[in-house]
């Protein structure tokens, strides 16, 4: 790809998107900030992601007072244990991360996996997302990076698969009281769950076509599918729902809190106005 962009004799850049796609909230780092201490979290995957997380946090630092100076060490770690060890530290210089970085993060998520059944306006406890990160699925990908920049920066990048779906950061700025944080938002990707499924599926289906829809029931309950295409083996069905691909914005008011009830608890969903009737 290279020789061929010298070839044709064009500027080939490459990289992470993230440091150029939308920010919510949408700011950047004022030129010249003092910043003391910055975090990334991150949907995991090494090599896979830490290094979009990595060029999404250098995009805010560098334009701090005095640019890029190097960075003076770096301490990566991996798996459950040694992230929540880091967690549980109250701070960089213990060996983990500013908890209000933390925080600030996980409230910038709109893909924080819940952690609850039912009740969901809250952020999850340490034990719950040690339960997330020691899941089957989970429990090889949570990954800390730890490193410092020459002029004393304190910068922490967690991947933490099973806990986020998305990327967010929050930075410590000198002489202010709360961290700037904000979400690099991702659009939903455009195609998904387009599937190939045996005609023999289909053998009870008289005059199958392009176009019929059925309902059939999925890990998440029923779900609407529609014949794309129709080969001699295979037919290729669309599973995404009618909203796929757009981009969702919700905006919501909070009006009113007050506790759950015992019964709301045990039912895991709000009973009275707005909520569940039976
Ligand atoms: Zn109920």
């Known amino acids: ?3 061929l962009s010298r070839e044709l004799d064009f500027p080939l850049l490459a990289g992470s998107s993230l440091p150029v796609t939308r920010r919510l909230p949408q700011v950047d780092m004022t030129l010249g900030a003092r910043v003391e201490e910055a975090m990334c979290v991150a949907v995991g995957g090494v090599d896979g992601y830490d290094i979009h997380a990595l060029e999404a946090m250098q995009s ?6 005095g640019g890029e100076s190097g960075v003076a060490w770096i301490h990566a770690v991996r798996g459950p244990e040694a992230v929540m060890a880091a ?10 991360w500013d908890p209000e970085l933390f925080r600030a993060c996980l409230c910038r998520s709109h893909r924080l996996v819940p952690t609850r059944q ?3 306006h809250h952020l999850p406890s340490s ?3 040690q339960g997330r990160m020691t899941a089957e699925d989970n429990s090889t ?3 800390l990076y730890r490193y410092q920049h020459r002029d004393g920066l304190k910068m922490s990048m967690l991947l933490i698969e099973g806990v986020v779906n998305d990327f ?3 930075a410590r700025l000198a002489g202010k009281q709360k961290p700037l944080s904000l979400q690099m938002f991702l659009p939903p990707r455009e195609v998904c769950n387009f599937q190939g499924v045996p005609c023999s599926e289909f053998e009870d289906i008289e005059d199958l076509a392009e176009g019929m829809e059925f309902e059939v029931e999925s890990d998440a309950g029923p779900v609407v599918i529609t014949v794309v295409e129709i080969g001699d083996e295979i037919v290729q069905v669309d599973g995404n729902h009618a909203l796929a691909g757009m981009n969702l914005n919700f905006d919501v008011t909070v009006c009113d ?5 015992a019964e709301e608890i045990e039912h895991g969903h709000a009973h009275g106005e707005g909520g569940h009737s039976h």
């Open 257 to 261: 809190v007050r506790e759950a009830t």
């Open 1 to 3: 790809m290279v020789q």
């Open 168 to 170: 967010t950061f929050a």
């Open 87 to 96: 967690l549980r530290s109250g701070s960089f210089d213990a060996g983990g």
């Open 118 to 120: 039912g009740f969901n």
């Open 127 to 129: 034990d719950e997302i």
């Open 60 to 65: 805010m630092v560098e334009r701090r007072r």
């Open 141 to 143: 990908t949570s990954v």
